[in-house]
């Protein structure tokens, strides 16, 4: 059986895109009753983007909608009718949790501050998904990971080599988004936590610039410490040989490549050798101690990187399986997809589509009694509006009433 903690927790949310919406994911994931509440004419702006999915033979099934947003039941709601407003505020009044992520200025307009959820149920916990924070010069600006969290907050100057031609961007889609969802549905959970021991509900807020920060936060630290900071390096510099010859991306013939990464070179070096048929290193005096392995780093560096380039990058992936070091293949999302070890750890959770077919979505990190959740898909747009209004005492009539006044889909 497996475990849904949240079973029993209620969550509304009024979020679109990915950085809030992965938060109710999340919980929906482990158990949580999440309503996405649904712009009534357009949806979830995102409903409208494509983003490596496979065109018409996909179907209903768009990763970009379904990994933020399975699990979910969705309502459109025209929050800025009174008939729509009034609506939601059913909708909260017995909610454990209300999520969003409009702007400021948005939710001052349709009502949707704290002190308007709580006039309606004076004990939830209200969460704010924002791109820069509640206070401060730019708490009033929107951001995307692609901006805030990746470019502003350090992580694009840091992976952009010093002789790039260009930034270095996102490694792929809602990379920040789908971190920031995972903190923010921590975050949740610590507030259901603290409610239950203190009987008070908090305001929880995560930002994209904070999540970016956290995420950079050991040069930060360091930055703060000293008031410097390490400016990246050439696309050719063999700065991290020069410190730790177990450290580095070694270039296979086949032009892949091969991640070392072992902190402990005066421990490794002899299996490292061993593997890479450099035995004889062992007997030269400048690898022979750990100090002189260190002192001698670039040059011993320089016969690793040799090795490897000698021979493809599958014989490496076979022949370092034995090695007792920290390595890694590089690897492209399609061998990814395809790791052993991924469907061992039940990293990928299968999905069954509108149309009946079996789909694969990647899981919420969390795993509990070692057991990976079960997913159901996302929502279509206003899929449960009905539904949603019956459970709120509404009569055929009214729901009919609602949708002429434009109130919802």
């Avoid at 949310?13 to 357009?42: C, M, N, R, Y």
């Avoid at 309502?75 to 409009?102: R, S, Y």
Wanted: hydrophobic share 40%; charged share 20%; proline share 6%.
């Amino acid at each position: 059986m497996v475990m849904k903690p949240m079973q029993g927790v209620k969550m509304v949310e009024v979020a679109q895109f990915t950085f809030t919406p992965a938060a109710g994911a999340v919980l929906s994931d482990w158990g949580a009753d999440v309503i996405k509440v649904e712009h009534a004419v357009t949806g979830d702006a995102q409903r409208g983007l494509r983003l490596g999915a496979g065109g018409a033979a996909a179907g209903s099934f768009q990763p970009l909608m379904e990994h933020p947003n399975r699990g979910k039941r969705s309502i459109g709601l025209a929050l800025e009718t009174p008939e729509g407003h009034a609506v939601l505020m059913e909708l909260v009044k017995d909610a454990d949790v209300f999520l969003i992520n409009f702007l400021p200025a948005a939710r001052r307009r349709l009502r949707l501050e704290v002190e308007d959820i709580r006039a309606a149920n004076p004990n939830i916990i209200y969460v704010r998904g924002s791109g820069h924070g509640q206070r401060g010069p730019d708490a009033e600006k929107g951001g995307y990971d692609g901006s805030t969290f990746w470019c502003r907050m350090g992580s694009a100057h840091a992976a952009t080599p010093s002789d790039s031609p260009r930034v270095i961007s996102q490694p792929a889609g809602a990379y920040g988004d789908s971190m920031g969802g995972m903190t923010i549905a921590g975050g949740i959970s610590a507030a259901l936590f603290a409610r239950d021991r203190t009987g008070e509900p908090s305001v929880v807020d995560v930002s994209l610039m904070s999540v970016g920060a956290w995420a950079f936060a050991l040069t930060l630290g360091n930055t703060m410490l000293t008031d410097e900071f390490m400016e990246p390096q050439p696309l050719d510099s063999p700065a991290n040989l020069a410190v730790n010859p177990t450290i580095g991306n070694f270039r296979t013939s086949d032009n892949r490549w091969i991640n070392f990464t072992m902190l402990q070179p005066g421990r490794y070096f002899a299996d490292v050798c061993k593997h890479l048929e450099l035995e004889h290193l062992l007997e030269d005096e400048r690898f022979a101690t750990a100090e002189a392995l260190m002192a001698n780093a670039l040059e011993a560096g320089r016969h690793v990187a040799d090795a490897i380039a000698a021979k493809p990058f599958a014989y490496w992936l076979e022949h370092l399986k034995t090695m007792e070091g920290q390595w890694a293949a590089i690897q492209n999302p399609l061998e990814i997809v395809n790791d052993p070890q991924m469907e061992a750890n039940g990293y990928i959770v299968p999905v069954e589509d509108l149309e009946g077919n079996q789909r694969k979505l990647i899981a919420n990190p969390v795993q509990f009694d070692e057991t990976a959740p079960t997913l159901t898909r996302a929502p279509q747009f206003a899929e449960h509006t009905d539904d949603i209004l019956r459970e709120l005492g509404k009569t055929e009539e009214e729901i009919i009433e609602l949708k002429i006044a434009g109130a919802c889909t």
